[in-house]
């Protein structure tokens, strides 16, 4: 690793910069050398301050990141460009940047494509790290684990507030209401959600309906249902077929599956 890496932040939000440049302040090594708010700046910006390490949003004014990271490697090719987004975006497909197997790749098949070098994280099991740690591993003493951001809810859902919101009072309400000990307790009792608030979790009543409660459906031929829906789902998602065609292919495979 070397002694630092120095960084460029570009995305038209700037409360999302400043929360990148805070998380990334935390490590001594990493060094933080300029913002851009649009694709076009970010070119220019790199251009001059070669920055080791690009962070660009994909959704930007006057060019997006898929060209804006082009146009930028072709003047500083030794910098790396790592792209986010938050959104599904189907032209990381369409352009190459995603390999289409991301919309159905199961644990393995994601793990394959780590431990090539072909990605930048993964989300997998324990069993993994002594596969990455082999001898003729190519990311061999290159990987390295952290937790999940955020951490889990123990039942419930996370509720977030979108940065674009025009209603961001309104939004916090709702989430106060949510997430208050009589809106959780009703929401248990009803569809049998686990509350988050823990003191909830001891109360007799909420304990007695989920003594009773099972996980999901438990059938045999559970891997050949999820088989028959993640083809169908992901041709969808990919446009190779409309997903009305998609849905009734998959009933009509999952109704086979259900008679024999």
Same mark, same amino acid.
């Given at each position: 690793?070397?002694?630092? !890496?120095?960084?460029? !932040? ?7 910069? *400043?929360? $990148? ?33 690009? /962070? ?26 790592? /792209?986010?987004?938050? +959104?599904? *975006? ?5 352009? =190459? ?9 199961? *644990? ?7 431990? @090539? ?13 002594? $596969? ?22 123990? =039942? ?25 000990? @009589?809106?959780?307790?009703? /929401? @248990?009792?009803?569809? =049998?959600?686990? &509350?988050?608030? %823990?003191?909830? $979790? ?6 007695? /309906?989920?003594? =009773?409660?099972? %996980?999901?459906?438990?059938? %045999?031929? +559970?891997?050949? $249902?999820?088989?028959?829906?993640? &083809?169908?789902?992901?041709? @969808? ?18 109704? +086979?599956?259900?008679?024999?």
């Amino acid at each position: 690793m070397p002694d630092e !890496i120095t960084t460029l !932040i570009v995305d038209d939000h700037e409360v999302v910069r *400043e929360g $990148l440049r805070l998380s990334l302040s935390r490590a001594a090594h990493i060094r933080v050398i300029g913002e851009a708010s649009d694709g076009a700046s970010a070119v220019e910006l790199a251009a001059r301050r070669r920055p080791d390490v690009v /962070i660009m949003d994909v959704r930007m004014p006057r060019m997006d990141a898929l060209e804006a990271a082009t146009r930028l490697l072709e003047k500083v090719p030794d910098s790396t460009v790592l /792209i986010f987004t938050a +959104y599904s *975006e189907r032209s990381l497909l369409a352009r =190459g940047l995603s390999p289409p197997l991301v919309t159905a790749a199961d *644990e393995e098949l994601t793990r394959r494509e780590f431990g @090539a070098g072909r990605a930048v994280f993964l989300r997998n099991w324990p069993y993994a790290r002594a $596969l990455f740690e082999a001898a003729g591993s190519p990311v061999r003493g290159r990987v390295g684990i952290a937790p999940l951001p955020g951490g889990g809810a123990l =039942g419930g859902a996370h509720l977030a507030i979108h940065a674009r919101t025009r209603f961001p009072d309104a939004a916090w309400a709702l989430v106060r209401h949510l997430a208050s000990p @009589a809106s959780q307790r009703a /929401i @248990a009792a009803a569809v =049998g959600l686990e &509350p988050t608030r %823990p003191q909830l $979790l001891e109360d007799p009543e909420l304990r007695a /309906i989920f003594a =009773g409660a099972r %996980p999901r459906p438990v059938t %045999p031929w +559970y891997q050949t $249902l999820s088989a028959t829906l993640q &083809p169908e789902l992901s041709a @969808a998602i990919l446009g190779l077929k409309p997903a009305s065609e998609a849905l009734a292919d998959a009933e009509r495979r999952l109704a +086979y599956c259900l008679r024999r």
